[in-house]
């Protein structure tokens, strides 16, 4: 009887098919993708896990691994899993960090891996925001305008009308002077740090590069004095000496400890006042961007970057059309105040029904902000070496090593022998 | 005949036997030191002729990376920066032999103190550095205290003023690091018989003589130890920077190991900063064999 062949056949046979059954010998997925997100733990642990089921339930040959990694990190994280050749398939960035990557060749270009109807899903201008020498290096996910929040008991302490706070970049100025004339206390911390008065310039309507982009421009007449406008303001000790070196940050803290009457950001900040500072939050009241003579407001976008190392780069960027799609970032959008970079999802009435708190005011004013706003990050090549001596620039024309006229010179004279 | 040689043989066998076994026990230590050290060092002393942003593959540049450093600007803010950052040994390490000389005296208390002076060291620099950007604030403890006592008339900007934030930032590390080395000023002050001082007292030295005279000369190996870490940790800073002031304000507390970690994990230049940590290798070696000439003779026995 052992050595029959039948019965042996039969065996094996009734072996195999109890094995298919069991799902021990089901196929084994095809792709694994590795998905890197910025800071989305713990609070939005479900809504990605969730994601990821409905992915892998409609794809069951493609597998997804999530890692959320800290913002600090990101930049450090990514570049050592490139260098050791581990490189994640889908990883969220922000503009600088999808810029810097792209430029060091580093990135799958979305204009060609993307089919034209999938991109015009997008708004355009938010499409365009990670462009790099023609090409687009990220899917953009979600995008989030600054809007102004401010303490009403401080304005008050200064005789100003928390019903109407500044709508204009002059105004926001001369409340903010007036506070700190009349309570002591700091009105506001503006965003000069670092390359963010690059965003001051264009805010104004200034340009940074010349119509061919070969050539630095910033350093004409009104270049210098909107930058002399900030070192007066500075000198008069209208806001904290601190505000070069602390920059958002600084801000953020210093709004939460109300320690500053006015604050632009993204709406997102609320829930962190809400959370840690319950009455400055009961304080807090929100208004539109106080805008410059542009009429223009940053929009940060954080996208979903694809590296070229991923050695599954189509199933990468259809998990991460996925992860944008309408219905995906609608979602998203319900737990948090952000904005989606989708034109179908944005026309969601959501967006405009506005509110009791804080948080949906904000929402509602973002979201008339959209139709203005545009990722205003500058983008050259050797950023590094630039923006290094951009920093250098307008330090020395705040601590006075230079003045404004000297110090833009200098800078557009740099700027000019690399471009 | 065959007697004698096994005689010779045996002790041979049994003294290469015991340098076999010492070797195997430095083993671990050496093969980490070989993973985490040695290698490390050659990769990047060879890396630093090479251009390498982490994507491409390595080009051989030979020389080029230390060329552009000559005129590279922000190098020698850097350089600058680090080479005044060694103020602070000579302060640290002053301050750190008087806190030993009071503390093995100190009868009283004795442990809390010690305990005291070493909660700094153990203390992560992250929080160290967050601690004191409270401290340091406008309206933080420090300017309270300067104001109430007079001392100024208004709030002095410590990180925020280019003239006083490296200070400002050295006086941290001067902080941090005092327990570290009192503890080996301590132990460097137990080793030393209490016979000498008290064959001093004997023949009328004061204390002041003393100290000078007796203590300082014996105290000499570990004052060369301490120094010399302490003058390879100035060269190294970087937490306090990058907590503190981020390089800032205009570049007055860029330091040389902040620039090599702006150059490899910001630009991407990893050969250039290579090239950086190979100077700042070259300098910190040669100011070690300064420290060991100048300091090598002296304690209880030569070496």
Known sequence: MQNNPTIRRSLAALCLALLSTSGVAAAAPQARIEFWTISLQPFFTSYIQSLIAQYERAHPAVTIRWIDVPAQAIDQKLLAAVAGGVAPDVVNLNTEGTVRMAQAHALVDMDAAVPATARARYFPNIWSSARYLGSVYGIPWYVVPNILAYNQTVFRRAGLDPAHPPASDDAFIQAATAIKERTRIYGFMPNVDGIRFLRVFQEDGLPILSPDRRRAVFNGPDHVRLLARYVALFKRDAFPADTLQRGYLGATERYAAGQLAMLTTGPQFLLRVRSDSPDVYKDTRVAAYPLGRARVLDLPTMALAVPLQSRHRAEAVEFALFVTNDTNQLAFCHLVVIFPSTLAAARDSYFTRGGATPEEQARAIAAGELGIARDLTVVVPHSDELFRVFRETIESAFFGRMTPQQALDWAVKEWNAKL | ?303
């Open chain 2, 1 to 303: 005949m065959e007697r004698q040689t096994l005689a010779r043989s045996l002790p041979a066998a049994r003294t290469g036997r015991r340098i076999l076994t010492a070797y195997l026990f430095l083993l671990p230590a050496l093969l980490l030191l070989g993973v985490f050290t040695f290698y490390p060092v050659t990769f990047g002393t060879a890396l630093s002729l090479f251009e390498y942003d982490v994507i491409t593959p390595p080009r051989f540049v030979g020389l080029a990376n230390f060329r552009a450093l000559w005129t590279d600007r922000y190098f020698w803010i850097a350089l600058e920066n680090s080479i005044k950052y060694l103020a602070v040994v000579p302060v640290l390490q002053g301050c750190a032999i008087v806190l030993a000389i009071w503390v093995h005296r100190s009868t009283r208390g004795l442990g809390w103190l010690r305990a005291a002076y070493y909660l700094p060291v153990v203390t992560s620099i992250v929080v160290v550095g967050i601690l004191w950007r409270w401290l340091y604030d406008d309206a933080g403890l420090v300017n309270f205290i300067l104001l109430r006592l007079g001392v100024v008339g208004a709030p002095v900007h410590w990180l925020a003023s280019p003239g006083i934030a490296l200070y400002a930032v050295m006086f941290v590390t001067l902080w941090k690091g005092l327990g570290y080395y009192m503890v080996i000023y301590l132990a460097g002050l137990e080793a030393i018989p209490p016979g000498y001082a008290e064959a001093a007292a004997i023949d009328g030295a004061t204390a002041v003589q003393q100290l000078r005279h007796v203590t300082l000369p014996l105290l000499r190996p570990s004052i060369l130890l301490a120094t010399t870490l302490s003058a390879i940790s100035a060269l190294r800073v970087f937490e306090e920077v990058y907590v503190m002031t981020s390089g800032g304000p205009v570049y007055s507390t860029y330091t040389m190991f902040y620039y090599m970690f702006d150059q490899a994990f910001g630009a991407l230049h990893l050969g250039y900063a290579a090239a950086l940590g190979v100077v700042l290798a070259a300098v910190t070696i040669g100011l070690s064999v300064a420290g060991f000439r100048l300091l090598r003779e002296g304690g209880l026995s030569y070496y």
